[in-house]
C-alpha cells in the first residue's frame, strides 16, 4: 500500500538559509499534519491542513510557513533558520471526509541539520 | 484539556519475557488512543487503535492494548518480546470533538535483553 512520501529525507542547511520540505499524502487522504521532533522528544504538532485550508496551528514558529497544493501535497518552508530547528520532521495524513478516519499516517521524516 | 501521561520513560525486559508499557490520558471528549512505534533513525508506524468499538485491540506483531475507561488507562501488552521490538513507543490521543489533533506521550524506550 502507498505510504506518506517525504522529500527530502535529510537536508544539511547554515544558519540564516531557508529550507523547503515536501509531503506527499497518502492516495485519497485530504488531510495533512505537520510535527517537529527535536532529540529525544515527542513530535510536537506544527500545523494541519484540510482541503487545502489551515485547519489547525500548534507550536509553529512565525518563520516557518505551511500551504497544502491542489493535488494535496504539502510543502514546510522554513526561513532564517537557527540551530535549534535541527530536528526529525514528520509529515502525517489522513481522511477527514469521506470515508472519515482519524488515524493519522506517519511519513518516514526528514532530518534537517543546521550548522 | 487533552494530556497523555507514559509513566515510564524506560523499561528493559528479556527476550521471552512479557512487555507492559503504561499509559494514562484525560480527554474531555470520547477519544480515539492509539500507540506508535519508532525505530531509531525511522518514522511512526501505527501499532494499534482504539476507537470505542471493543476495549481490548489487537494491534501488529502480537501487541494489545486494553481501554480502561474507570482508570483512564490504554496500557500496551506483548505476551513475549522479541529482540526486534526494542524501539521507543509512543501512546496518543485524539479528541473526540476536533480529532485532527494528536496529543503524544513523552515515549517509552524499550530494551529488549538477550
Known amino acids: 500500500a502507498a505510504g506518506v512520501i517525504q522529500s527530502p529525507r535529510h537536508l544539511i542547511k547554515e544558519k540564516r538559509e531557508t529550507a523547503t520540505l515536501k509531503c506527499y499524502p497518502i492516495?485519497?487522504?485530504?488531510?495533512v499534519y505537520w510535527y517537529q521532533q527535536g532529540p529525544g522528544q515527542d513530535p510536537q504538532f506544527l500545523i494541519s491542513f484540510y482541503e487545502k485550508m489551515q485547519s489547525d496551528k500548534g507550536s509553529i514558529p512565525d518563520r516557518f510557513s505551511a500551504q497544502q497544493f491542489s493535488d494535496y501535497h504539502s510543502e514546510l518552508n522554513m526561513s532564517s533558520l537557527e540551530l535549534g530547528d535541527s530536528a526529525l520532521y514528520f509529515c502525517?495524513?489522513?481522511?477527514?471526509?469521506?470515508?472519515?478516519?482519524?488515524?493519522?499516517?506517519f511519513g518516514p521524516g526528514t532530518r534537517l541539520t543546521v550548522l | 484539556a487533552q494530556s497523555v501521561t507514559q509513566l515510564d520513560s524506560h523499561v528493559s525486559v528479556s527476550e521471552g519475557t512479557p512487555v507492559l508499557l503504561r499509559c494514562n490520558y484525560s480527554s474531555s471528549y470520547s477519544p480515539s488512543l492509539f500507540w506508535y512505534v519508532q525505530h531509531p533513525n525511522k518514522g511512526l508506524q501505527l501499532l494499534l487503535k482504539y476507537t470505542s468499538a471493543a476495549t481490548l485491540v489487537k494491534g501488529i506483531n502480537g501487541f494489545e492494548a486494553e481501554f480502561k475507561k474507570s482508570e483512564t488507562s490504554f496500557h500496551l501488552t506483548k505476551p513475549s518480546a522479541h529482540m526486534s521490538d526494542a524501539a521507543e513507543y509512543f501512546c496518543v490521543v485524539s479528541e473526540g470533538y476536533n480529532f485532527n489533533k494528536f496529543y503524544f506521550g513523552s515515549g517509552t524506550k524499550l530494551n529488549v535483553k538477550p
Open positions: 492516495p485519497r487522504h485530504d488531510t
Open positions: 502525517a495524513s489522513s481522511s477527514l471526509g469521506g470515508v472519515r478516519s482519524d488515524t493519522q499516517y
